[in-house]
């Protein structure tokens, strides 16, 4: 098995532009099995392992990451037309242990230590780029493997709700078209303040979206990302909200606040960012036992979505945990970013205690 500590991974010091054209090539290596029947959404997959929304910037990506041991790979968000990623830095690492979204700001740190703040933007090349990635993924993946496609809708001046609606739906439907195994539509992105990334925090919005999008899904499994929520009554009524459009609810994008220096200056205009890493994990835990209380309180003949956790897990026993607290699946970002071989190591844990 290669050495983890040389192989290819994004380039936090460079540009999302580089990071794009310079994706490495699949690793040829012994994957280990995990045990058990595994499915995302009711489709078979051969782990419960995936990565979310953001690694993943092409189909090169999507392909080294799925040589590396993850059976769902998240395509990052996509739109219907092009959007520039916000400048560096686009991962700043920071000084936080575990963070509860009450925080006021948290402190950089010149090294990475677990979790970083995550300023993209939610960027995407042309539509006439990125369909035609899509579809060469899925013809190179392994048939087994997932290729989900996340989606935003982008909001243009003098737009009303039904025509950001529409957006997402159409974006859904080329993806779908390029051949997406899932679609997923990201309700949350905590360094965009307009409403296309705050739609979890609007129910009634968000179920406007959901059914535009799942008039155009069909039999394809459709997932909806959502930011943190700690309340019960708001995650209740998002849920609620979404039940009838929604095959999977992932979560948790994130724990949003300010970052700033050691002077107390604040990065990034003083507007928050979403914090992504191990400091994430308690907040993504809890919010995965909310979710799964609220799922079962329903009533029995309702239908109930799958829930994928992602959120500061980087081992074996993190994905033991979420999956016993309702988790159908466990997705890696920040942990698969720094470490290529996490999902190898977490797989071969898995088979020696199952």
């Known amino acids: 098995m290669?050495?983890?500590?040389?192989?290819?991974?994004?380039?936090?010091?460079?540009?999302y532009?580089?990071?794009?054209?310079?994706?490495?090539?699949?690793?040829?290596?012994?994957?280990?099995?995990?045990?058990?029947?595994?499915?995302?959404?009711?489709?078979?997959?051969?782990?419960?392992?995936?990565?979310?929304?953001?690694?993943?910037?092409n189909g090169k990506w999507v392909l080294y990451y799925a040589s590396l041991g993850f059976d769902v790979l998240t395509y990052k968000t996509v739109r219907t037309s092009p959007r520039a990623c916000y400048p560096?830095?686009?991962?700043?690492?920071v000084q936080a242990s575990s963070l509860k979204g009450t925080e006021s700001e948290v402190k950089l740190s010149d090294e990475m230590q677990g979790s970083w703040a995550v300023s993209f933007g939610m960027p995407s090349v042309a539509p006439d780029v990125w369909r035609r990635d899509v579809e060469w993924t899925r013809r190179q993946l392994p048939a087994e493997k997932l290729l989900s496609v996340s989606v935003v809708g982008s909001l243009q001046p003098g737009w009303a709700l039904e025509d950001l609606a529409d957006d997402y739906a159409r974006c859904a439907k080329w993806a779908i078209e390029s051949g997406a195994d899932c679609i997923e539509t990201n309700f949350s992105c905590p360094n965009v303040c307009t409403r296309?990334?705050?739609?979890?925090?609007?129910?009634?919005?968000?179920?406007?979206?959901a059914s535009r999008v799942k008039a155009v899904s069909g039999s394809i499994p459709y997932l909806i990302k959502i930011g943190h929520l700690s309340?019960?009554?708001?995650?209740?009524?998002?849920?609620?909200?979404?039940?009838?459009?929604?095959?999977?609810?992932?979560?948790?994008?994130?724990?949003?606040?300010?970052?700033?220096?050691d002077q107390g200056t604040r990065l990034f205009s003083g507007e928050q960012r979403g914090i992504c890493g191990a400091a994430t994990k308690q907040a993504s835990l809890n919010q995965l036992r909310l979710f799964t209380e609220l799922i079962s309180e329903l009533p029995a003949d309702q239908t109930r979505p799958d829930l994928i956790s992602c959120g500061g897990i980087s081992s074996a026993s993190d994905v033991q945990m979420f999956l016993a607290s309702g988790a159908n699946a466990t997705h890696l970002a920040t942990a698969a970013m720094c470490d290529p071989l996490i999902a190898c190591q977490i797989r071969k844990e898995l088979a020696a205690t199952c």
């Open 231 to 261: 309340v019960k009554a708001d995650a209740s009524e998002f849920l609620q909200a979404v039940l009838p459009f929604a095959a999977g609810i992932v979560m948790t994008n994130s724990v949003a606040t300010t970052v700033v220096d």
């Open 17 to 57: 532009e580089w990071n794009y054209e310079h994706a490495p090539e699949p690793i040829d290596q012994e994957i280990p099995s995990v045990p058990g029947a595994w499915s995302f959404c009711g489709l078979p997959v051969p782990s419960p392992l995936g990565i979310p929304a953001g690694p993943l910037l």
């Open 2 to 15: 290669p050495n983890s500590p040389h192989l290819p991974r994004y380039a936090r010091q460079q540009t």
């Open 196 to 209: 296309d990334g705050q739609l979890y925090q609007q129910p009634e919005a968000a179920s406007l979206v």
């Open 88 to 93: 560096l830095p686009n991962l700043q690492p």
